[in-house]
């Protein structure tokens, strides 16, 4: 037990101490797709493979659980759900896709590179582990191997349940690291064999060094695309057309989206609402200046933010307004009720104490637990007694099973988290002991003995009640802008008629392309999964039912106002875009053709509209920026790389003009020589940048359909 030990004593004070049972496998069942759409029991596919519903949310729980282990928190919220479903859905997706291209090329990786790996215990995955060596805070394999044997060896059923979690957490929390260290391990390979299929040369590595080191000076002069109105300019089918042909590889969307309009009201407090609020916490200001109110469950009755804690804490750990009056208020004595504009709130509070306590103490601890309370208080006063006299505290702990090493404590652990009695008792007893002093603390079914190494930081600390009330609507408020806007729907049943009476009855219509269902949410609002699903199943032209949604304080409707399917996208969806591309290019042309004959930037100034600037520090490896015409031009760049001293160019299309532009000055190269192992390195360094994007393009072949929104 002494390597679970070990381990745990490098987490959090709570986790180690009482909240063990914070790193309990706990299965999120609340959150599970409790109603499988219409029988269908995929969430995709891939390859023309399915995807069940019961491999993926078993992914889920897995990742889950990892994010609580690592996190030592017993609850994910709802965007941290998100994000684990997201990450846990393309893993799964880039792990199909490697496993498939690995067995094309015979790629594995085997139980000898792992080990290898583990060896050396410098990979990125390795150093998240709790195995870490405690002198040089790195990846200690020997400690990884006791574990695993203690694991195999021991019978869980005869330890004390919170050891018994811990320690099948740990090990599934391995098991997981073990997995995704392969699958790292086996992507790293696949990359290395693309990127190594772009090996440099010296040829190339001279070209780049020269690219990106020889720099100059020009002198640009240009006419921007706006000096010609665009009304001049003749668009025809046929030009959009041939831009679209030449372009249409851009235009390909590897999944079905939609395009929507909507209304979305956002329910907020009337001015009877906030009169409301503020009699309210004044109220509460009377009922807190009692001396018989119990504390706790007074000011969590108020419904205030936040809670109240049995720990004094620094004044920084208490919401700015609070902390601002805390050095004027007096012990006892209840504030006037004030309303805060930073968080929309109104704000009572009364300082109970202040203190004057370490910030972080040096301790450390034995703990004590034996068949029942009784036989624990036993052992925990022999043990005390035994230190007392004498007795060395590490070797006693070690007969215990642990190690008695010295743990910190501070502020920093406990300020602003919720602490419930047995913690605040376990703090404040640390706090108040004094330095080398030796304590038993019963806990109830477990004792602690404690001794105080070292002692830091003195400062000032409070402990406050504080009623702290968000401004929020009432239920009238809320009821009456409900029936408002269910009139409106009810009266205005279909898309044109949306449009046309939104605005004179006071909302808004706004409108939404390209709309994947991955978004999760519609319009960022939370609580809109229904909707979700509404979208992606309804007709175009259809007009949705009222959804209540968001945290209880939006009310939404949607139209579908478009479908586009996966492939490419449909020329109308991006005709205003090429039209705007073609303007530009005829443009250019008409202006090109205007400065043909020009021989200098003198020569160009003559011509209405030109605007002329200085750039300087032009290379090939990176684009100008021309400040007049506001335009990143790589075209400049080019020029600049071949061209000689007081050279004059053509006539140049660029972004946002057309330019000549005459190099006045070569700059000295002050990146040194060329050495071309170094560049070679570096082109080599790219080549594997490219491989890591290797995977974007090997998506679009593998036909993937993500219909998890049925579900989640």
């Not at 070209?207 to 000096?227: E, H, M, Q, R």
Request: glycine fraction near 4%.
């Amino acid at each position: 037990m002494a390597t679970l030990q070990k381990i745990r004593s490098k987490g959090p004070l709570l986790v180690v101490i009482i909240g063990l049972a914070l790193f309990a496998f706990v299965a999120g069942d609340a959150w599970k797709a409790l109603q499988p759409h219409t029988g269908k029991q995929d969430v995709g596919e891939i390859y023309g493979e399915k995807i069940s519903i019961q491999d993926y949310q078993n992914l889920v729980d897995e990742y889950t659980e990892v994010f609580k282990f690592t996190r030592q928190t017993s609850t994910v919220s709802e965007a941290e759900l998100t994000q684990i479903k997201d990450e846990v859905w393309n893993n799964l997706i880039t792990t199909k896709i490697l496993e498939k291209e690995a067995a094309n090329v015979g790629l594995q990786v085997t139980d000898a590179e792992v080990k290898a790996i583990l060896t050396a215990g410098t990979h990125p995955l390795l150093q998240q582990t709790p195995f870490q060596n405690a002198q040089t805070g790195a990846f200690d394999v020997d400690m990884l191997k006791k574990f695993l044997s203690e694991m195999a060896s021991m019978d869980l059923n005869q330890l004390p349940r919170d050891y018994a979690e811990y320690y099948i957490s740990l090990n599934n929390y391995w098991n997981f690291i073990e997995k995704t260290l392969r699958q790292s391990l086996l992507l790293e390979k696949y990359q290395a064999i693309v990127g190594n299929s772009m090996i440099s040369n010296p040829v190339a590595a001279e070209d780049s060094y020269n690219g990106a080191s020889n720099s100059k000076n020009l002198l640009v002069a240009a006419i921007p695309y706006t000096s010609i109105a665009d009304s001049t300019v003749s668009v025809s089918k046929s030009d959009i057309k041939s831009l679209y042909n030449e372009k249409k590889e851009m235009y390909k969307q590897l999944e079905e989206t939609r395009d929507i309009k909507y209304i979305d009201v956002l329910v907020t407090a009337s001015q009877e609402d906030r009169d409301q609020l503020e009699s309210e916490v004044a109220e509460y200001a009377q009922q807190l200046a009692s001396s018989e109110v119990e504390l706790a469950p007074f000011i969590r009755s108020t419904g205030s933010t936040v809670l109240y804690s049995e720990v004094p804490v620094k004044s920084s750990s208490y919401p700015r307004d609070i902390e601002s009056r805390l050095d004027t208020a007096k012990i006892g004595v209840v504030s006037e009720t004030y309303y805060n504009r930073t968080d929309d709130s109104y704000n009572t509070f009364k300082v109970i104490a202040k203190v004057n306590q370490p910030d972080s103490v040096q301790y450390r601890m034995i703990q004590v637990i034996a068949s029942d309370e009784e036989a624990t208080n036993t052992l925990a006063d022999s043990i005390y007694k035994a230190i007392k006299s004498g007795a060395d505290f590490a070797e006693l702990a070690q007969k215990y099973g642990q190690t008695g090493e010295s743990i910190w404590l501070s502020g920093v652990q406990y300020e602003g988290a919720a602490i419930d009695a047995e913690n605040a008792t376990f703090i404040n007893t640390l706090n108040t002991m004094s330095k080398n002093e030796l304590k038993n603390l019963d806990l109830g079914q477990i004792n602690l003995v404690l001794q105080v190494l070292d002692r830091k930081a003195m400062t000032d600390k409070y402990q406050v009640a504080v009623v702290k009330r968000i401004v929020d609507f009432s239920k009238e408020t809320y009821n009456k802008a409900y029936n408002n806007f269910s009139q409106f729907i009810a009266g205005n049943k279909t898309l044109a008629e949306l449009e046309a009476n939104a605005e004179e009855n006071g909302y808004r219509l706004l409108e939404r392309k390209g709309f994947a269902s991955n978004e999760h949410t519609v319009s960022n609002i939370s609580g809109t999964r229904d909707a979700l699903k509404w979208v992606f199943e309804a007709e175009v032209g259809e007009v949705s039912p009222l959804y209540e949604c968001g945290e209880n304080d939006h009310l939404l409707v949607v139209a579908l106002t478009g479908i586009n399917e996966a492939g490419y996208m449909p020329i109308e969806k991006v005709q205003s875009e090429l039209r705007a591309e073609v303007v530009r290019n005829k443009k250019a042309e008409k202006l090109m053709a205007d400065l043909k004959n020009v021989k200098s930037i003198d020569d160009v100034k003559t011509f209405a509209n030109v605007v002329v600037d200085t750039v300087k520090h032009v290379t090939f490896a990176a684009p100008a920026y021309v400040s007049l015409t506001r335009g990143s031009e790589p075209a400049l760049g080019a020029f600049a790389a071949s061209a000689e001293l007081n050279q004059v160019s053509a006539p140049i299309k660029g972004n946002a003009a057309v330019y000549v532009v005459q190099v006045i000055e070569e700059e000295e190269n002050e990146a040194g020589s060329f050495d071309a192992e170094t560049e070679e390195s570096k082109l080599n360094a790219v080549a594997a940048r490219a491989a890591t994007r290797v995977m974007n393009d090997l998506y679009m072949g593998a036909n993937v359909k993500d219909e998890r929104y049925l579900f989640f």
